[in-house]
Nanobody, 119 residues
């Protein structure tokens, strides 16, 4: 299943930006669709964005479209989430996840990085 380690979270004001990174090891990264999820206090974990193996297709939750951008570097086994125009509703723990390209479920998860957006 490999190991995923997120970084880049922190405290930012409304309207600010953050860039999250996820470093993968121990998995065939080039064969994985990668995604970002988040869980706000008292809420279920929700999908944020995903990117296919060769970055051909990206998908976003409606709540982040136009503000967040997912990208990946297959050579260095990294996934990024650029978050712009942040709002307090984006406050959550953000998780990096991976699933083998022909599977439906994400089976590799990081420990999460906390993002707090102050008003």
């Amino acid at each position: 299943q490999g190991r995923l380690v997120e970084s880049g979270g922190g405290l930012v004001q409304t309207g600010g930006s953050l860039r999250l990174s996820c470093a993968a090891s121990g998995l065939a990264f080039n064969s994985y669709t990668m995604g970002w999820f988040r869980q706000a206090p008292g809420r279920e974990r929700e999908f944020v964005a995903s990117i296919t193996r060769a970055s051909v297709t990206t998908n976003y939750a409606d709540s982040v479209k136009g503000r967040f951008t997912i990208s990946r570097d297959n050579a260095d086994k990294l996934v990024y989430l650029q978050m712009d125009s942040l709002i307090p509703e984006d406050t959550a723990v953000y998780y990096c996840a991976g699933r083998y390209y022909n599977r439906n479920d994400y089976d590799s998860w990081g420990q999460g990085t906390r993002v707090t957006v102050s008003s």
